[in-house]
């Protein structure tokens, strides 16, 4: 049964996997949606456990934490209104361990840090990335290692399509 430790530790067990074969080869967390949650996890348990800080993390269409996306997708709007709708929804995740607090994990990471939002997702508002940018920001002591760059609308990204942009790749150097 899939879990926030579950895929926590299965990130860390391919980190491991990796890293005994890359030689002197950076490495790096990219997580994209739900995986960004788990990216950001997997890179605060490896420094705090391990002492070990990732090369760098990429979070592409992040949010703060499972409950405030779930609470701003577009397709919870019409049910915000009813009664229940934190407790069945929301808390609901709470109650099966799933928080991934990428809002917390940021605080304490030292790791270079790229967030990557479109203007234009549907699924994650980007005023999420922002503020997830911004909390690291704040906590970071060297602020050149937090970069946040954005997607204008006419790209036509949305939630699914960074990878897609040809100039990604001089972006992330």
Not at 42 to 50: F, M
Not at 90 to 105: I, K
Not at 114 to 125: K, T
Request: proline share 6%; aromatic share 10%; hydrophobic share 40%.
């Amino acid at each position: 049964q899939p879990s926030e430790s579950g895929f926590t530790t299965d990130v860390l067990a391919l980190y491991d996997w990796a890293k005994a074969r890359s030689g002197n080869s950076s490495i790096l967390f990219w997580g994209h949606s739900l995986g960004t949650g788990i990216a950001t996890n997997a890179a605060r348990k490896l420094q705090e456990e391990r002492g070990v800080q990732v090369d760098a993390v990429v979070l592409e269409s992040p949010y703060t934490s499972i409950r405030e996306a779930a609470a701003n997708i577009p397709i919870t709007r019409i049910y915000r209104q009813f009664p229940g709708f934190e407790y069945l929804i929301l808390d609901s995740m709470a109650r099966a361990g799933m928080f991934f607090r990428s809002d917390e994990n940021v605080k304490v990471l030292g790791c270079p840090l790229l967030i990557l939002h479109a203007e234009d997702d549907g699924v994650l508002p980007p005023a999420l990335g922002r503020k997830l940018y911004e909390t690291a920001r704040e906590a970071y002591k060297d602020k050149s290692k937090v970069k946040f760059i954005t997607f204008p609308k006419k790209l036509g990204l949305g939630h699914d399509y960074i990878s897609f942009n040809p100039e990604l790749p001089a972006l992330v150097k």
